[in-house]
């Protein structure tokens, strides 16, 4: 008993040395987000503001085109998970329901988009959508993240769809339903999970991403993550405004998190009860 009791206080210990790790870096990044400009740049490193301002929050909301590029951001986040998650339900309801020539091929196609760096593709990227003109547009970008995120879509979403028996699909067409009312009244509520674990990486993986972005457009046209990337200069950082800037566009992440957390863990324990 004893040195069970040992062995659970010594890896609750090391629990919690690695969590103090995690969450060290998001609360340096807060305390500098509220430090005036002589509390960051000293020698000596401070855990606690001092004298706490807001001046680096101010400095970053009326810096140029902030309001423009959180603008960006949204739209071009919402819009590309939003068309994802349903392409990548279609096309994942398709692979795993039907039966049909080629649908192992594109199985395997689908992994292996998954293991190609998408920064390899940058430059056939862009000469293809400069063709089509549309560089330094939204639509443009949105399609290009539409790429980046369906394939591992779909394969997620293809797991949820298989381990619904195709049995509740055919007792449902027994009572009376039709195909689409067996589709939105039996594998949609069941695979609930999977869609809001797709809309969770869908979100995060566009919210966060600035290459691709950088690469495409203009100053006009990027998000927050290349607004955030373009205040480190060769002439030095301003770290204070920077925090501050960070810690802004994390919210949007965090509070959607904080509300589709409630959804999945409704949806694991929905699915764990059978009836």
């Known amino acids: 008993m004893v040195r069970r009791r040992s062995a659970t206080l010594a890896w609750n210990a090391i629990g919690l040395a690695f ?10 990044m807060l305390a500098t987000a509220f430090k005036p400009a002589n509390e960051v740049q000293t020698f000596t490193p401070q855990l606690v503001p001092l004298h706490p301002t807001l001046d680096n929050f101010r400095s970053v909301w009326h810096a140029p085109n902030f309001l423009v590029d959180l603008e960006n951001s949204l739209i071009i986040t919402l819009t590309s998970v939003a068309i994802g998650v349903v392409v990548g339900f279609l096309g994942a309801l398709a692979i795993a329901r039907f039966r049909f020539y080629g649908r192992r091929a594109i199985i395997l196609v689908i992994l292996m988009v998954q293991m190609i760096p998408f920064t390899a593709l ?22 290009t993240y539409l790429i980046l995120v369906l394939p591992y879509t779909v394969w997620m979403l293809r797991g949820f769809i298989v381990n619904v028996p195709r049995e509740l699909d055919e007792a449902a067409m027994v009572d009376g339903c039709t195909r689409l009312q067996t589709f939105y009244k039996v594998i949609l509520p069941l695979t609930a999970p999977g869609l809001v674990a797709a809309a969770i990486y869908g979100f995060i993986q566009t919210w966060n991403e600035f290459i691709i972005i950088n690469t495409l457009n203009g100053a006009s046209k990027w998000n927050l993550m290349a607004f955030l990337a373009a205040n480190q200069t060769l002439r030095g950082t301003t770290w204070g405004p920077l925090m501050a800037g960070a810690t802004l566009t994390s919210l949007p992440v965090v509070i959607f998190f904080l509300i589709i957390q409630r959804n999945v863990a409704l949806g694991l324990t929905a699915g764990a009860v059978k009836g």
Do not use: D, S
């Open 19 to 28: 969590a103090l790790v995690m969450v060290f870096p998001v609360y340096w």
């Open 122 to 143: 940058l430059i056939p990227l862009y000469l293809t959508l400069n063709r089509v003109q549309l560089t330094n547009t939204l639509p443009g970008v949105i399609l």
